[in-house]
């Protein structure tokens, strides 16, 4: 695949940055965040890190609220602010990979962040270093998670745990805060698989890459866009489009299965031998009980892969352009 735009390397000249920032139901927070992204690389063009023209794609991914119109008026009063409008809510994942395909070759590093602002913006000039000193992936990982609940805590803990034992290139507290060059995002445009998980695939590309470490802060407006129920669920769909390691949960569950019920027939033919009647009818519906669970629940994990197979199969679009701010 060609390969358009050039990537980030150790010559140390200016180099053109683009923002890609996700937006769903974000009004009242846009004009915010632009304004403090802008200033950030007006600071950076001045350093001579990033060029005058550097700019912020917002991608509005189906919102329901003002946020398109003002992402609209960004881009008309700033000239220095991109509008991607999606026909609906294609989801996170996706909105991200619409921004970053339709800018990767408008830019040489292309940064994704959240458009609250719980992103530091105060390590984008490590991110730009490392690009400057050769590293083509820069990760943006978490310190701590204070301003979680407990429960989300918790749960984002249990996942990272569990993603590293299936997959050891996991990096742990590592979201969507990343910057990567355009040869990078070109690379990541061959892969072109439906169930998207940008946090395991980055890692699968490979190239130098580096890390900078931040402490998320409280959003600056508006409301989480990930309760409990959503992070469950994005927790559940990383780990069934990355891993087969569920599958085989399942051959070790019916391996287990079998080992119980070829032990539990020696006891049976022991007991008869040895004029032990077997009583109780309560453990027998126990273990009956017991194993069609275990056959329920593998039946369902195979079935969360089959149904990927499908969505693979029909390969419909990621996403649906309905118009943007610069008529492209």
């Known amino acids: 695949m060609e390969q358009n735009g050039p990537a980030a390397g150790s010559t140390g000249r200016p180099l053109r940055v683009c923002l890609v920032l996700p937006c769903y139901n974000e009004e009242g ?3 915010r965040t632009v304004e403090v992204l802008l200033q950030r690389l007006d600071r950076l063009a001045a350093q001579g890190s990033v060029t005058a023209d550097s700019y912020i794609c917002c991608v509005d991914d189906g919102s329901r609220d003002g946020t398109w119109e003002e992402i609209e008026r960004c881009a008309t009063t700033t000239g220095r602010v991109r509008g991607i409008k999606l ?3 294609f989801g996170h ?3 991200l990979i619409a921004g970053l395909f339709t800018n990767r ?3 040489d590093i292309l940064i994704t962040m959240d458009a609250d602002l719980q992103d530091d913006v105060e390590v984008l000039d490590t991110m730009l270093r490392h690009h400057h000193e050769g590293k083509r992936v820069v990760y943006g990982v978490r310190l701590d998670r204070k301003v979680d609940v407990l429960p989300k805590r918790i749960g984002a803990e249990v996942f990272y745990r569990a993603m590293r034992m299936m997959n050891p290139r996991t990096i742990r507290g590592h979201a969507d805060f990343r910057s990567a060059d355009s040869r990078v995002i070109a690379d990541l445009e061959r892969f072109g698989e439906a169930n998207v998980y940008l ?3 980055f890692p699968l590309i490979g190239y130098p890459t580096a890390e900078v470490h931040f402490v998320r802060k409280e959003r600056v407006a508006g409301v989480s ?4 129920r959503k992070l469950m669920s994005l927790a559940w769909e990383g780990i069934t489009s990355f891993t087969t390691t569920p599958l085989k949960m399942v051959f070790y569950a019916g391996l287990l299965t079998t080992a119980l019920a070829i032990g539990l027939g020696v006891w ?3 007991a008869v031998f040895n ?3 077997n009583q109780g009818w309560a453990s027998l519906a126990m273990l009956i009980v017991s194993f069609s669970a275990i056959n329920i629940m593998a039946m369902g994990v195979i079935g969360e892969y089959v149904g990927k197979i499908y969505k693979e199969v029909k390969h419909r679009p990621r996403f649906i352009i309905e118009t943007t701010t610069h008529g492209d």
């Open 29 to 31: 927070v846009i004009t």
């Open 87 to 89: 026909s609906a809510n």
């Open 93 to 95: 994942p996706n909105a």
């Open 105 to 107: 070759t408008k830019a």
């Open 199 to 201: 946090r395991g695939i």
């Open 225 to 228: 866009k990930y309760p409990i």
């Open 268 to 270: 049976i033919v022991w």
């Open 275 to 277: 004029d032990h009647p």
